[in-house]
């Protein structure tokens, strides 16, 4: 399986720290942000672009076909979920290739597109998250 787990800096960890102790607010914020990192990484492939907003290459399929790279059955990205943790969240999938084409193969002429992680729009995101949950009473 390839995955991600939350990071982005100390603002992120100090602010889940406050969560930790409350066992309600922390499955609504691992749910809330799983939900919303399945989405962010769901546009990258909309988008066609990577972590930092980058064009991926096209594929040589893609090109071809006149499609779109990584959307020829849409396996890849109808995958994608997460994992409501007691201290966090993890999204992925368990799609075979999906390491190869995040990662590449240049033994098989396979580009890099990365689309899992999180960018500092992410970051913002799950920030936001925290910040709702703490404000508001469940």
């Known amino acids: 399986?390839?995955?991600?787990?939350?990071?982005?800096?100390?603002?992120?960890?100090?602010?889940?720290?406050?969560?930790?102790?409350?066992?309600?607010?922390?499955?609504?914020?691992?749910?809330?942000?799983?939900?919303?990192?399945?989405?962010?990484t769901e546009e990258r492939f909309y988008n066609q672009h990577d972590l930092g907003r980058q064009p991926w290459i096209p594929s040589q399929r893609a090109i071809a076909d006149q499609g779109k790279t990584l959307r020829d059955t849409g396996r890849l990205m109808a995958s994608l979920t997460y994992i409501a943790l007691p201290d966090g969240v993890k999204w992925g999938t368990n799609v075979v290739y999906a390491k190869a084409m995040h990662y590449g193969l240049p033994y098989r002429n396979v580009t890099p597109r990365p689309f899992i992680g999180m960018n500092d729009d992410d970051r913002a995101s799950v920030l936001n998250i925290i910040n709702r949950i703490m404000d508001v009473d469940l």
């Open 1 to 40: 399986m390839i995955d991600a787990n939350l990071s982005g800096g100390d603002e992120i960890i100090r602010r889940l720290g406050a969560l930790y102790f409350d066992n309600q607010k922390m499955q609504k914020f691992s749910r809330l942000a799983g939900a919303e990192m399945v989405h962010q």
